[in-house]
C-alpha cells in the first residue's frame, strides 16, 4: 500500500492518538491505514462509497469518522499540533467556499444551523479563521456564506491578549476594536471621519493568512464543501489544518 502521509507526520500523528481514551488504538496499521483514508478523502473529494477498496469498508471508516467527529477528537486532534505559535501578532480573515448541491438537506430549515447559506458565489459556506505571525491556524469557525466576517471576531479573539492584530476594513468596527486587549492594525474604513493610522508596512504581513487559505483549498474536500454537516466539515477543516502545522 502507498502511504500518501510522511512517516515523520505519522509518528506525530500516533503519539496524539494514544492518549486518546475511547478509541481502539492496539493495532498501528490499521489505525495508519484509518487516518491514510480521511487523507485520501481530504485530498481527493471523492464520495465515500467510491474510497479505494484497500483502505477497507467505506461504510466503516464513515462511521468511524463521524464517530470520532462527535467526540470531539478531530478537534482535540488540531489542538495537540499548536505547539509554540508566535503570537507577536496574529491575522484574522475569513473565506467563501462553494458548498454542493449534496450539502443540503441535512434537516429542516437547518441551512444557517449548518453553516449554509446564500452570497454572492451562490450556495456558500464561509470560514472564519485566526493564525500566528507565521500563518499557523489558531481558531476557526464556520457560518453560512452570507454572514459579515465581524460577528466572529469576538469568538476568533478569545483568550488572545498582547497581540497585534491585523485584519482588513471589515474589521474596523468600533464595538469590535475598542474591546480589544490587543492593539489593532486596520485600514480605516473610507466613511470614516477620523480615521485611525496604522503600520501600512506591517498591514503587508497580512498576506500569511491568505497563504494559509491557499494551503488548506489544496485539499478538494475544503474548497468545495460536500458534507451536509457542519460538524463533519469543520472535522475535515481541523483534519488539514493540523497538517499545516506540521510542516
Request: glycine share 6%; proline share 3%.
Amino acid at each position: 500500500m502507498h502511504y500518501l502521509i510522511k512517516d515523520t507526520d505519522f509518528s506525530k500523528i500516533l503519539k496524539f492518538l494514544v492518549t486518546v481514551k475511547g478509541i481502539h488504538k492496539r493495532n498501528i496499521k490499521r489505525i495508519r491505514r484509518f487516518i491514510e483514508a480521511i487523507y485520501y478523502m481530504c485530498k481527493g473529494g471523492c464520495q465515500w462509497r467510491l474510497l479505494p477498496i484497500y483502505y477497507g469498508d467505506w461504510r466503516a471508516i464513515h462511521k468511524r469518522f463521524k464517530e470520532w467527529s462527535d467526540k470531539g477528537i478531530w478537534e482535540k486532534f488540531f489542538e495537540s499540533f499548536k505547539e509554540d505559535p508566535d503570537m507577536e501578532w496574529v491575522m484574522i480573515d475569513s473565506t467563501i467556499v462553494r458548498a454542493h448541491a449534496c450539502s443540503a438537506g441535512y434537516g429542516k430549515d437547518s441551512q444557517d444551523k449548518e453553516a449554509l447559506g446564500r452570497s454572492k458565489g451562490g450556495f456558500t459556506t464561509k470560514i472564519h479563521a485566526i493564525v500566528d505571525a507565521l500563518g499557523n491556524p489558531l481558531k476557526l469557525v464556520l457560518t453560512a456564506g452570507q454572514r459579515h466576517d465581524i460577528t466572529q471576531a469576538n469568538v476568533l479573539m478569545e483568550n488572545i491578549k498582547g497581540s497585534l492584530l491585523m485584519g482588513d476594513k471589515s474589521y474596523d468596527v468600533d464595538h469590535f476594536t475598542q474591546d480589544l486587549d490587543v492593539s489593532p492594525c486596520i485600514p480605516p474604513r473610507a466613511n470614516r471621519k477620523n480615521p485611525r493610522s496604522y503600520d501600512e508596512f506591517l498591514y503587508e504581513s497580512r498576506s500569511a493568512i491568505e497563504c494559509f487559505f491557499g494551503k488548506i483549498k489544496h485539499f478538494r474536500r475544503i474548497f468545495s464543501r460536500f458534507d451536509k454537516s457542519a460538524k463533519s466539515y469543520l472535522s475535515f477543516l481541523h483534519f488539514v489544518s493540523s497538517f499545516i502545522w506540521m510542516r
